[in-house]
């Protein structure tokens, strides 16, 4: 099952969705039978400009680009959704590599759940920090979440695009260099050279009271674990009421799936939600230490015992006649130096 297939694993193209930010890689896209609406902060005209200017992209994939049926933020899908008169009617939403951009991820997650029919699934896919330019950044915590609720925040922060731009690393290999990468990659070959002074003065200069340009970021980083803190730490806060479907992760990817279902779970008793906070936490510190330097070296190592034991076994195996033959002429010597300090001391 390749990541699409993992992403759309409980969606059929006879079920209602919405699709947030698309853009040229449409997962459920009309053409090929999907009742599938798609919600971008562009038009489909503007997608296709911003294609025709990215040099990264084969001018061949402008007629992957659906038309944009719903225009706007995705942290405001309530209220976008709300004036199409469709709240409550969708069976599905899915998202790839679009959450972590979100100004104010409790926001949109409460519109999802007013977007989604009862049982209804949020199926996203979300970059893991430890696999991509977002290595060297530290985790997300939920009084990040929660300012950001508090404040209503519809942009990223100036803070979040300074940490971004300063903490941006790659990874180096073959003379290539890579922006996502696999956690058994030698995480030794990740670095970054940004110029902070650069965006220090960029920061400084930011005027915050009337900002009008939106700088895109990645304004949130997580692990596996550490997303499913944050729900369980909302929900419990009975800021969200999402129950986890499945979370999958392949080790050798940059990302994590998730589905949310939309159908209320009991609440968390508190003596319960101690104890998964703590098992959580726990396994958000093995995640972050299994992808350090000094970790893969140990792997490295702990790998290579058994094959320089068994070369070993092998050679020794090899010399062992010579040695016994060598052991034996050592004994005729050893026997005849015997017999000349007997026959020494004779005389």
């Not at 989604?116 to 699934?121: A, N, P, Q, T």
């Not at 609440?267 to 104890?275: P, V």
Request: charged fraction near 30%; include cysteine.
């Amino acid at each position: 099952m390749d990541r699409i297939e993992r992403i759309k694993k409980y969606i059929s193209r006879q079920q209602k969705g919405l699709e947030i930010g698309a853009y040229f890689n449409p997962m459920a896209p009309k053409r090929d039978g999907y009742n599938c609406l798609v919600f971008d902060i562009f038009d489909a005209e503007r997608l296709r400009k911003n294609l025709l200017n990215d040099p990264q992209i084969n001018n061949t994939r402008l007629n992957d680009i659906e038309e944009v049926d719903i225009v706007g933020s995705s942290t405001e899908i309530f209220d976008s959704v709300k004036k199409i008169g469709e709240l409550g009617t969708f069976d599905y939403i899915i998202s790839s590599h679009n959450f972590e951009h979100l100004p104010n991820p409790i926001k949109f997650l409460q519109g999802c759940q007013k977007v989604l029919k009862r049982g209804g699934v949020l199926s996203m896919a979300i970059p893991d920090k430890r696999t991509c330019f977002d290595y060297f950044r530290p985790l997300s915590t939920l009084g990040e979440w929660l300012s950001a609720y508090k404040q209503d925040r519809r942009f990223p922060t100036d803070e979040q695009v300074f940490d971004g731009n300063i903490y941006f690393c790659s990874r180096q290999a073959n003379g290539k260099t890579f922006e996502s990468f696999s956690q058994e990659e030698d995480p030794g070959s990740i670095s970054t050279s940004r110029d902070i002074k650069k965006y220090y003065e960029l920061f400084m200069s930011a005027d915050n009271e009337n900002q009008k340009e939106y700088k895109d970021a990645h304004c949130w980083t997580f692990t596996e674990s550490s997303f499913l803190l944050l729900i369980l730490e909302t929900n419990y806060l009975e800021l969200t009421d999402f129950s986890i479907k499945e979370i999958s992760h392949d080790i050798h990817s940059n990302e994590f799936i998730i589905h949310l279902e939309n159908s209320p779970s009991n609440k968390i008793r508190s003596e319960d939600f101690s104890h998964l906070r703590t098992e959580l936490l726990h396994r958000i510190a093995n995640e972050c230490a299994y992808n350090t330097k000094y970790s893969y070296l140990l792997r490295t190592v702990n790998s290579y015992i058994p094959k320089l034991s068994s070369e070993i076994l092998a050679k020794s195996v090899e010399i062992s006649p010579k040695i016994d033959i060598l052991s034996e002429k050592f004994s005729i010597v050893e026997t005849k130096l015997a017999n000349v300090e007997h026959a020494l001391a004779t005389k």
